[in-house]
């Protein structure tokens, strides 16, 4: 029976590092889509605080139900690993994971999350859309996979100089389109009149 308790997020190491073997075998079973990483990547990780558990409750207490496994380069974090059980997917589990991790990020000042997903896993890129991560750009993977990754972009409400947008991938730079109208030039007269009263002088 399935935990149906309200789920919970735990990033201490010492609360983490119980869970640590689960993530191995979820990752190890998952390695064609969240990629294959070491025990002591987990460890540390978890130990730097980049590395999220959902625990929900059931029977026998607290049940491991999910992991987020990410990367603080200031001013911005990537997400190495996003996976719930199947047993408790389609509950927003995903959603509440990302959720904190970008609460945490922004009360740190931090600009936005990157996600990298191949580009043939279709369902994930789908989802990752769902979790408010618009593509930003492609490029190649590894040689060893020859895959295309999909790099997707979370910008978060962090005080900043330049206030987030929405990406558009079809105009990544923001620009806008040229308008139609005739444009109007205004000149200043005073600064005709100065330059006019410097040559006199001379």
Not at 41 to 63: H, I, M
Not at 112 to 129: F, H, K, P, Q
Request: hydrophobic share 40%; with cysteine.
């Amino acid at each position: 029976m399935t935990g149906g308790g309200v789920p919970t997020v735990i990033d201490r190491y010492a609360e983490v590092s119980p869970h640590i073997g689960n993530i191995i075998a979820a990752s190890d079973a998952n390695g064609e889509s969240l990629g294959f990483y070491p025990r002591s990547v987990f460890e540390d990780f978890a130990r730097k605080g980049e590395l999220f558990v959902l625990l929900t409750s059931g029977e026998s207490g607290r049940l491991f139900a999910g992991h987020l496994l990410f990367q603080r380069r200031f001013p911005r974090a990537s997400i190495l690993q996003l996976y719930i059980a199947p047993e408790y997917r389609s509950r927003g589990y995903a959603r509440i994971l990302c959720s904190r991790l970008a609460e945490d990020l922004t009360s740190e000042g931090f600009l936005s999350i990157y996600a990298g997903v191949a580009e043939d896993l279709t369902e994930a890129n789908s989802r990752w859309e769902g979790l408010g991560f618009p593509v930003q750009r492609i490029r190649p993977g590894g040689a060893t996979t020859n895959r295309t990754i999909v790099v997707r972009d979370r910008e978060l409400p962090s005080p900043q100089l330049f206030p987030p947008r929405n990406f558009d991938p079809a105009n990544p730079l923001g620009l806008k389109a040229p308008s139609t109208e005739i444009p109007l030039f205004l000149i200043d007269l005073n600064v005709l009149f100065d330059l006019g009263a410097a040559e006199g002088t001379q």
